[in-house]
């Protein structure tokens, strides 16, 4: 297996200014090498899984090594206080996403979800608002009333949280209208009250998807019927 010191040195050398740029305009921050995530998908293939490698990669704080960090972390040795100290170093969205999807991975999702979605802190909520949208789109174990209160909390507040977190919290709005006929229907009423929610993109293209229309194109697109 590779070595970290092996590692930052093949990701340092695959890094472009070009690539850096767009990272910044996304909110992340040096250090960083610039590496695109074609390359990423390469060193995660060759190296596959190891945590002992994924925990020294993140603790350098390099935002690329962190971003392979949780592509080739063991979700089976995730622990719930690693889980709390990782969030607590994500200041970008783009590293939150990727969180995100290694905690979905993980025994944690759930608790995780429903812990940090609570939090008035920006990333962290939008961390646990993310994880929302998996629990809602992956566990279909869940009962329509699990989200229950969480669609009461969005309709309530989204507007007065944190920026991310609206976009979070919009996404989390969108999968679970996408779960069941009756969430779908709730789900309308709520888009039908709220209006339209703002996000602040920055210096990048991103939009902020329309509660309802989005809803119907993914059921379009995915030609399933809402049971």
Known sequence: MPTFAEVMADLEAVGTEQVRKVYARHGAKPPMFGVSYANFKVFAKKIKL??????????????????????????????????????????????VDALNVYVSRTAYMRDKAEVWSQSPEEWLSTAGWGLMSH??????????????????????????????TRYAMNGALINIGCRSAALHERVKHIAAAIGEVIVDHGQTGCETPIIAPYIEKVVARKGYVIA
Not at 74 to 95: E, F, M, R, T
Not at 153 to 161: A, D, L, P, T
């Open 135 to 164: 629990l809602a789109w992956d566990d279909k174990t869940l009962p329509d009333s699990y989200f229950e209160p969480y669609l009461a909390q969005i309709e309530s507040g989204i507007h007065q949280r944190p920026n991310r």
């Open 50 to 95: 190891d945590h002992a490698l994924a925990v020294q990669l993140w603790d350098s704080g390099n935002h690329d090594a962190r971003v392979l960090a949780l592509m080739i972390a063991d979700p089976k040795q995730a622990d719930s206080a690693l889980l709390d100290v990782w969030i607590a170093d994500c200041h970008n969205y783009g590293i």
